[in-house]
Structures are given as structure tokens and as C-alpha cells.
């Protein structure tokens, strides 16, 4: 097996893909005045901090303890997990002010379809990440009892 194998190389391969549709959702947002496109490209980013936290998570785990650190690094991935989550409502909070300035002075969106062209790949995206991610281990049942792990 090589450095990387299994896990850290599907978090590698959907790393680079998310960091491709974010950029071309954020400027074709940009371009043709589009909320929703802009909420699913930082969704998008979102996404790409809880993968590269998913991937310091895998390298961190792998660290034992020692006297400095006595429980090691085995949580570094809930810690990540919490600035992503916090990332996540800050995110959110932005763009409900934002839809709320729009709610009041409407814009319109310009090009449409290439926005619509482009919010449809980003749906493409999230079902190929499912594809990808499918043989994770939270979805899919473990064999036996989970707290036993008999």
C-alpha cells in the first residue's frame, strides 16, 4: 500500500474537486448576481474544510501519546469538527443578512442559465461526493453490537 490509500486518498481526490466547484461557483456567482449559487459555493466550502480537517484527523489520529500530550491527537478531528460547525453558522448568519437585503431591494439575477448550468453542476458534485464517500464507515451499519463491537 502506498502513503496514501483508502480513506486519505478519496479525502485527496474530493479535496481537489471541491476546491474546482467552488471556484467556479463563486465566480459565476460573482458574474451573474446569484445568492443561492454564492450559499452552495461556501457550501461547497464548508465541505472542503471538513474534509482537509477529516484528512489532518486521519494524520493526527495516527500519533500516540507521549508526555507531552498524554491522550495523543486521537480527538484533533472533534476539535476540527467544532471550528467547522462554527464556520458553518457564521456562513449562515451572512447569508441570512444578505437574503434579508435582497428580500428588501430586489436584484435580478443575470445569466440565468449559466447560473442554472452551474448550480446543477454543483448538485452533480454533492451526489458524486455521496458516491465516493458511500463505503464510509457512518454509512454503513457495523457488523454486531456497536458498543461491544461483537
Not at 76 to 88: E, K, M, P, R, T
Request: aromatic residues 12%.
Amino acid at each position: 500500500m502506498g502513503r496514501y490509500s483508502g480513506r486519505s486518498s478519496r479525502l485527496i481526490l474530493m479535496c481537489m474537486v471541491s476546491l474546482v466547484i467552488f471556484a467556479t461557483e463563486i465566480s459565476v456567482a460573482y458574474v451573474g448576481n446569484s445568492l443561492s449559487l454564492t450559499s452552495d459555493a461556501f457550501a461547497v466550502l464548508s465541505h472542503l474544510i471538513s474534509m482537509i480537517v477529516g484528512l489532518f484527523g486521519i494524520r493526527f489520529s495516527r500519533i500516540k501519546w507521549h508526555k507531552a500530550s498524554t491522550f495523543g491527537f486521537s480527538r484533533a478531528d472533534v476539535l476540527g469538527a467544532f471550528g467547522n460547525s462554527v464556520f458553518a453558522t457564521v456562513l449562515m448568519f451572512g447569508i441570512l443578512v444578505e437574503a434579508i437585503k435582497r428580500y428588501i431591494n430586489p436584484q435580478k439575477t443575470e445569466k440565468a442559465l449559466l447560473v442554472l448550468i452551474i448550480g446543477i453542476s454543483g448538485l452533480f458534485f454533492n451526489l458524486l461526493n455521496y458516491v465516493i464517500f458511500m463505503e464510509c464507515c457512518y454509512c454503513q451499519a457495523p457488523p454486531g453490537d456497536a458498543e461491544t463491537g461483537k
